[in-house]
């Protein structure tokens, strides 16, 4: 059947979209258009923050997140810093909250962060083993605990409709809860999407889906440099392979890609998959050129000190730990990339967000296999709204009301920055 719907895109009158829909069991597949219809990127600039020699709430170190609420409040994650910095819609600084330290309310290991639409803050305190929540005007709540048996994955955290839970989906590393004999938990079978409860003392997660998990190489992997050697249970994801690519709904439903084709799997709020949106669109094979490049790519990121890092603590003398060289984790490292495995071919999607109204905005891979391509923003319902053309805009980093939309960047020194756009309703 052949449905037709009114599509508008930015800037451009409506038209009228075709739509295939296919029945598969009790999922709805909706194949968009083929071309592209190109959407202008001409944002409103609100405010920029960050300066190498600012205030200190906007000397960032390590941006690693930001989010709003309902208020248009921006929420801007230091790692590094260990610190919350709380920005209004005009661009003034509110308020902090946390810092490193031991206690409640203060920062051992602190990985991921959300904003809830009322302005609590929920934290992933990896050192406590606990979600540390704030209030709305910045103190200290409570902890929630983690969990004290099994494994927990280290995936993006984004608020729950009820303000009671957050969602977390696309771990890339998955973490033991405990320690000692047995301490390694069971290979997963499958990605999970789960909606974590806050409500009491210790979390609860219920499955909204299971993304589909690429069969890996069951061979250990081992990884030596600097008289060091360290062995993994089974390898890890091959270059290439498909991301788990997760965006939340305000409804309380998700939207996520788990494979190489362009197929973006929509649940409602109790789970379960519902429609399937896909584009004809292949993925591309993974060349020998391909594989070298990538490899000469990292290498020379590695060198330059850019790229991904890694970090370790080993057990030392008297049972206490100490971290290797930077040295012998770079050979490590080099070692790693030489060794590298790749999936045969290039998945479609490589990253996935949600606005603050539920849009989807999917961007697709570059002509080069580690760059980001067009942009396309979709409706979970199915309706196409059209692309944004290679470089001509990133993804945000975060959506809010009003279409205001956060952008992590650097300025020509190299300072983290952070820039607040405004982007048109149809967009956001």
């Known amino acids: ?53 600012g205030e200190e709430w906007e000397t960032f170190g390590e941006i690693a997140g930001a989010a709003f609420d309902a208020s248009g409040n921006l929420y801007v ?11 209004d819609r005009d661009g003034r600084f509110v308020r902090e909250l946390g810092q490193a330290g031991e206690g409640p309310g ?43 048996g099994g494994a927990i994955g280290m995936g993006d955290l984004a608020p729950h409709p009820s ?24 290979e997963p079978r499958t990605r999970p999407i789960d909606r974590i409860s806050l409500v009491g003392a210790e979390a609860r997660s219920t499955v909204l889906a299971e993304g589909w998990l690429p069969p ?48 973006l799997k929509v649940t409602p709020p109790e789970g379960g998959v519902s429609r399937v949106l896909r584009r004809p669109l292949r993925p591309r094979p993974v060349t020998p050129r391909m594989q070298e490049a990538e490899k000469e790519r990292r290498l ?20 206490g730990t100490q971290s290797p060289s930077q040295e012998a984790v770079n050979e490590m490292m080099r070692g790693q990339i030489e060794g590298m495995e790749f999936y045969p071919e290039l998945p479609v999607l490589m990253a996935l967000e949600t606005t603050w109204t539920g849009k ?29 053309e290679t470089g001509v805009t990133e993804m945000p980093d975060a959506f809010g009301p009003d279409g205001l939309a956060a952008y992590i960047e650097t300025d020509e020194f190299d300072v983290p920055i952070i820039v607040v756009r405004r982007l048109p309703p149809v967009l956001n």
Not at 27 to 37: G, M, T
Not at 114 to 140: E, K, N
Not at 300 to 319: D, F, K, Q, Y
């Open 1 to 53: 059947m052949i449905l037709k719907r009114d599509v508008l895109g930015a800037g451009v009158a409506a038209t009228v979209g075709l739509l295939f829909l296919v029945p598969l069991g009790a999922q709805e597949v909706i194949d968009l258009p083929a071309a592209d219809r190109r959407l202008s990127a001409d944002f409103e600039e609100v405010f920029r923050i960050g300066s190498f020699d």
């Open 77 to 87: 994650f230091d790692r590094q810093a260990s610190r919350i910095s709380v920005i």
């Open 106 to 148: 203060e920062f051992r290991m602190a990985r991921q962060f959300t904003v809830m639409r009322d302005g609590r803050v929920v934290v992933a305190d990896w050192g406590h083993r606990s979600y540390q929540l704030f209030r709305p005007d910045g103190s200290f709540e409570r902890m929630v605990s983690m969990g004290g």
């Open 163 to 186: 303000g009671e839970a957050v969602i977390s989906g696309g771990a890339g590393t998955i973490v033991a809860m405990r320690g000692g004999p047995g301490a390694v938990p069971d």
């Open 216 to 263: 890996r190489n069951e061979n250990p992997q081992e990884l030596s440099g600097g008289g060091m050697r360290i062995q993994m249970s089974t390898a890890g994801p091959r270059t290439f392979e498909p991301g788990l690519l997760v965006g939340a709904l305000p409804d309380g439903g998700i939207v996520f890609s788990d494979s190489s084709a362009y197929q």
């Open 300 to 319: 020379a990121e590695l060198e330059a000190g850019e790229g991904p890092r890694m970090r370790m603590m080993v057990s030392g003398p008297g049972g």
């Open 360 to 388: 989807i905005w999917a961007q697709r891979r570059g002509d080069a296999p580690s760059e980001g391509g067009p942009i396309d923003v979709v409706t979970p319902a199915g309706q196409y709204v059209g692309t944004f």
